[in-house]
């Protein structure tokens, strides 16, 4: 595996930062990082972030995506980008790297709305404090996502204002099939995060002959070891070119949207609130098999909603004022022996439909624990609102899991 450079030795010698993979020159891995360099943003955060790091201050960083951010790909997780990357980083301007604080928040198959439900209880909780650098990584998982990148803008608008010292880092992976990456662009512009695209170092690679496919991909979008090593670089690159440059005027945060500021302030629920109160029904249980984690093996929702076979019919009810509502449900596990049902969603009163269906299937073939998100209500003004939900006719001795939920106001 290739090893950091020495940044100093970069500066005043002239040499790659690098050791290049697969037999790429120095040079042309350098063009491809820099191929990656999708925007420098305004630097102020992020190099009060390498301030704190060189002088030994604690610092916080997470990481905030789907299954390649959690590491899938590569025998080990700890090979993810990710992690990697953290390494890399702490190598390059860390003191004392005991006193940088990680988390991997990455979570396969999710998407930015479910990224938003998790931030304060993923990113946050885990070590008490808001990171000072958070990566954020949705464009291969963002397809058809319900809000259309406006959870996105609000992950990026709340990170920001919950706290002066967060610096941004939206990362837009590689994948064999269409991504989000072109809608979110003018989003991290307009906050004037850093953005770096390993997918276009992997286009630039390609084009040029320096990769092929298995070099970088164990399948349509997870890399191998060598892909993440790639990303890790592309994002080390970034940080080492905005050491580099001189420092920005703070940046103020944007008081108007972008796209819409619907979703800015999400809450995710934890039971009842004043503003949302809810009544179970036959959703009193908790599942303990809802999707686990690489890095623990442990669920990562072990708070949930669940109604088993022998749970009743009696539907769940739920009162809430809100703008926009959240519902993520699993899909069991294929391997698990308890069968899961089909459930029905009534909003004020009427039949919740997603794209065209009505009734959403908990045990839904080739399921695999993952998560599927819903967004019940999407309106421009907090109003009153009633949800139902109960298992559909026929269903009813079958099991279903609501994973999480949330609001905005």
Not at 268 to 291: E, H, L, Y
Not at 302 to 319: C, L, R, V
Not at 357 to 374: E, H, M, P, R
Not at 375 to 394: F, N, Q, W, Y
Request: glycine letters at 8%.
């Amino acid at each position: 595996m290739k090893k950091l450079v020495l940044v100093l030795t970069s500066l005043f010698f002239g040499f790659s930062l690098f050791a290049a993979p697969l037999n790429i020159s120095d040079a042309d891995y350098q063009k491809m990082m820099d191929k990656s360099l999708t925007s420098m943003g305004n630097n102020y955060r992020i190099k009060k972030v390498i301030e704190k790091m060189r002088k030994g201050e604690d610092v916080y960083v997470a990481a905030l995506g789907g299954s390649v951010t959690e590491g899938q790909g590569p025998e080990s997780f700890r090979d993810g980008y990710a992690y990697k990357f953290n390494k890399k980083m702490a190598d390059a301007f860390a003191l004392r790297r005991e006193k940088i604080y990680f988390v991997n928040a990455g979570l396969c198959g999710t998407n930015s709305p479910l990224g938003l439900i998790r931030y304060q209880k993923d990113v946050v909780e885990p070590n008490n404090h808001t990171p000072d650098l958070l990566l954020i990584e949705y464009a291969v998982n963002d397809i058809e996502e319900p809000t259309k990148q406006r959870a996105f803008e609000a992950l990026i608008h709340d990170a920001l204002t919950a706290s002066p010292d967060t610096a941004i880092i939206v990362v837009y992976s590689a994948a064999l099939y269409p991504k989000t990456q072109k809608v979110m662009m003018p989003i991290a512009d307009y906050y004037g995060v850093q953005q770096v695209s390993p997918s276009d170092a992997y286009d630039l690679g390609v084009a040029k002959g320096l990769l092929k496919y298995t070099d970088y991909f164990k399948d349509v979008v997870h890399p191998i070891a060598t892909g993440h090593e790639i990303m890790a670089d592309c994002i080390t690159n970034l940080m080492v070119k905005i050491d580099e440059a001189p420092l920005d005027a703070k940046m103020e945060i944007p008081t108007k949207a972008l796209k819409s500021p619907d979703f800015f302030g999400f809450k995710a629920i934890t039971g009842n609130s004043d503003d949302v109160k809810i009544v179970a029904g036959s959703f009193t249980g908790n599942d303990p098999n809802t999707q686990t984690l690489l890095k623990n093996g442990k669920p990562n929702f072990p708070q949930n909603w669940y109604h088993s076979a022998k749970s009743g019919t009696d539907s769940m009810y739920i009162e809430v004022e809100c703008k926009n509502f959240l519902l993520t449900y699993k899909e069991q596990g294929s391997w698990l022996s308890e069968k899961f049902g089909k459930v029905e969603i009534y909003v004020d009163g009427k039949k919740f439909a997603d794209k065209g269906s009505t009734l959403f299937d908990g045990g839904k073939a080739n399921g695999w624990n993952n998560c599927v998100t819903l967004m019940l209500i999407d309106k421009p003004t907090v109003e009153k609102h009633s949800i139902e939900i109960k298992m559909a006719k026929g269903f009813e001795k079958k099991g279903f899991t609501i994973v999480t939920m949330g609001y905005s106001k």
